[in-house]
């Protein structure tokens, strides 16, 4: 599935007739093909449904997903929730891809109130991991000043020379040595244009009678007064004349699809323009303005004209105030003008060329997945799955605010293992609105219930009655046991505990499931454009060749179980064999189990970071690798560089990062950092979710 995002260069490049020109096209080089906006941009008059969604139903027949309102995403940008506007964005694009081979993704226009646009267009570029196209129209920019605007748009998408960005669409062509003279003129400042790396994907002419609102379009545009609504409805505006001369002077101007514009008190241009409408020249209407009635007299004397067709209206603005209003109305194709928009989509579908991207669109692609998508696809499916997870550190304060967020959205039933009374305090201290149905739980309460299975699990260890309910005074062994008898589902701890504190109890309760000989962990870094993998972060400090392999192999398991496609890298010090010494040894002989065990992954190493994760480097480094430049799941020798590295990486460059999460325990315990944010402990308990809806399968 493609994926193909227009972004507009500027204001008035006519986005959305290029994007039912697109579909047309598309559709008729035999793709199946859907329409997506995102995010609702409606005009001052309009009502309803999106402008954009609208104009493609009624013309193609072709019904896409409601838009976020703009309201919402205003204000989630404000209060720093822009997360939230993409994860809904994903949410809700997911129901455009159904049956189809391609969507169409329609940016945010810019406007002359916002100055956001293009950082919105590009992080929905990146959240749909969609390959873009520039929409572009000359406007009064000079050719150096259109050619730069292309190249700053290109940049906010990695550059015209990134393998996403596909290319260009020139709209709006005006040219007297035609299409191929403009186009060519163009390269001289943008010699990138038409390459193999940036594509012209097509040229549009200007065409004026594409352009040309309806007289009742405008008429509603500048709050206008219908004096006489005639043929308002199919009459439309090609030229507009500002009457201010006398009328003999005024008569040759008066042809078919003109509005004629004068105050109300100039009785002879109504009457001419009557006589004129009365001898078969059909005007596009008359604006009456400087807020003077016409004489009643006239316009009974004009009652032949305006029976025949002819539009009245009136303004209240001065004659240099409603003709400044006129020239700034927008020309979009307005939601209702379907006539045009099906003439608008037919033109511009002949000058597409989407041979390019008719190839490009057949092929298979391996999909990136993004942070939002990620976290949608992790909440949703968390959400389907239902499940129980127990809080041992039931009084921590994020992670009392972090069992809300999910009780609240339904992401997992908590159970926080403290005194209510104690979680009530530090609730109404923090300010955190407690769900009524979240579940808190005194331990003091039920510790009785767990000594006698507790003894029953350790009796080959030779655990007392005492011993056991000594023990279960810590609340992560408490809920250990909780989870070893299936009252929850998985449990989540380490905010306030080491990784020891949480994995021992597992390792002595729940034990390996079968096939792993080891507990490992990976943590899911979610970068600003994809989801890496890193593993071992947590658990192993120095793992032999053999472990490093089978952590190497879990890791790529946990990957793919969430959505992100394997591409192993053993990380080392050393890329290929320019290296020696028995660390890297150690990876080089750990990629070469990884290899024989699972000959169908593409795993390779040892690589250095760089040389695993920028394609420039990669290439260079390691020409031959399925992996370099590429990879996904970065697995570290031992727990001093993956700890370091995950930590770096997530404090630097502010990323969430998702984990750790525990592999290899035959029921899902995780362990979270202890500098842990709240949204990482939300997204742990969904991955624990997630991981019990694996474990009952």
């Not at 209240?316 to 006129?326: E, I, P, R, V």
């Amino acid at each position: 599935m493609h994926t193909l995002f227009l972004a507009p260069t500027g204001f008035g490049v006519g986005l959305n007739s290029i994007s039912l020109g697109l579909l047309r096209a598309l559709e008729n080089a035999g793709l199946k093909v859907g329409f997506f906006k995102p995010i609702a941009q409606p005009f001052p008059i309009d009502q309803g449904q999106e402008r954009s969604c609208v104009i493609v139903e009624r013309t193609l027949d072709q019904r896409s997903p409601e838009p976020i309102s703009l309201d919402q995403v205003e204000r989630q940008l404000a209060d720093g929730e822009l997360d939230l506007t993409l994860e809904e964005v994903v949410s809700r694009y997911q129901q455009a891809t159904e049956g189809k081979d391609v969507v169409i993704v329609e940016g945010m226009v810019p406007t002359r109130d916002s100055d956001y646009f293009a950082r919105i267009n590009s992080q929905l570029a990146k959240s749909l991991d969609a390959e873009i196209i520039l929409i572009a129209a000359q406007g009064s920019d000079s050719l150096k000043q259109m050619a730069e605007r292309i190249e700053i748009q290109a940049q906010l998408f990695g550059g015209a020379k990134d393998p996403k960005v596909l290319g260009v669409i020139l709209n709006k062509i005006k040219s007297e040595d035609g299409i191929p003279g403009f186009v060519k003129r163009l390269k001289e400042y943008l010699p990138l244009l038409d390459t193999n790396d940036f594509q012209l994907l097509g040229g549009i002419p200007f065409e004026e009678e594409l352009n040309t609102l309806r007289t009742h379009d405008v008429a509603e545009m500048l709050g206008a007064k219908i004096l006489n609504p005639g043929d308002a409805q199919q009459r439309r505006v090609k030229q507009i004349i500002l009457c201010a001369r006398a009328m003999p002077n005024t008569i040759p101007l008066l042809q078919s699809d003109v509005l004629v514009v004068t105050p109300g008190d100039r009785d002879d241009i109504i009457l001419a323009a009557s006589l004129a409408s009365l001898n078969g020249i059909r005007l596009a209407g008359l604006l009456l303005c400087s807020d003077f009635a016409p004489n009643p007299h006239v316009m009974t004397l004009c009652k032949a004209a305006l029976d025949g067709g002819l539009p009245v209206m009136s303004v209240t603005t001065g004659s240099y105030d409603t003709a400044t209003n006129l020239f700034a109305l927008n020309r979009e194709t307005p939601a209702d003008d379907i006539d045009r928009a099906r003439r608008v989509t037919d033109f511009i579908a002949r000058y597409l060329h989407p041979e390019y991207l008719h190839t490009r669109c057949s092929l298979p692609r391996e999909l990136r997945l993004s942070p939002p998508a990620f976290r949608y696809r992790l909440v949703k499916r968390a959400q389907e799955a239902n499940k129980r997870i127990v809080l041992p550190e039931g009084s921590e304060p994020r992670t009392i605010r972090a069992a809300a967020i999910c009780q609240q959205r339904r992401i997992a039933r908590c159970v926080l293992l403290a005194k209510p009374e104690e979680v009530r305090a530090i609730a109404q201290e923090q300010g955190i609105q407690l769900p009524t149905d979240l579940e808190i739980v005194d331990p003091n309460s039920i510790i009785d219930h767990y000594v006698e299975p507790m003894v029953e699990m350790r009796k080959a260890k030779g655990l007392t009655p005492e011993q056991a309910r000594e023990q279960l005074q810590d609340t992560v062994v408490l809920g250990t046991m909780m989870l070893a008898l299936d009252e929850v589902d998985g449990l989540v701890s380490g905010a306030i505990h080491t990784t020891a504190n949480t994995i021992r109890p597992a390792l002595q309760l729940i034990k390996t499931a079968p096939g792993y000989n080891l507990v490992s962990s990976v943590f899911f870094m979610l970068l600003p454009d994809q989801v890496l993998v890193y593993g071992d972060c947590a658990v192993n400090p120095n793992p032999n060749a053999q472990e490093l392999a089978e952590i190497a192999l879990q890791s790529a398991e946990s990957a793919l179980a969430l959505g992100v496609a394997p591409r192993v890298a053993m990380i080392s010090y050393s890329t290929g064999d320019s290296g020696s010494g028995a660390e890297v040894d150690k990876v080089r002989e750990a990629t070469r189990i990884a290899q024989d065990r699972r000959p169908d992954l593409p795993i390779d190493g040892p690589l250095q970071y760089d040389a695993a994760s920028v394609a420039s480097v990669g290439k260079q480094k390691a020409p031959n690798s399925q992996v370099a430049g590429q990879a996904t799941v970065f697995v570290f020798p031992d727990l001093n560089t993956g700890n370091t590295t995950y930590k770096a990486v997530q404090r630097s460059a502010s990323v969430i990062s998702v984990g750790p999460m525990l592999q290899g325990l035959a029921k899902p315990v995780n362990d979270l950092s202890r500098g842990a944010l709240v949204d990482d402990i939300v997204f742990t308990i969904a991955l624990t979710a997630l991981q019990a809806a694996s474990h009952t399968r």
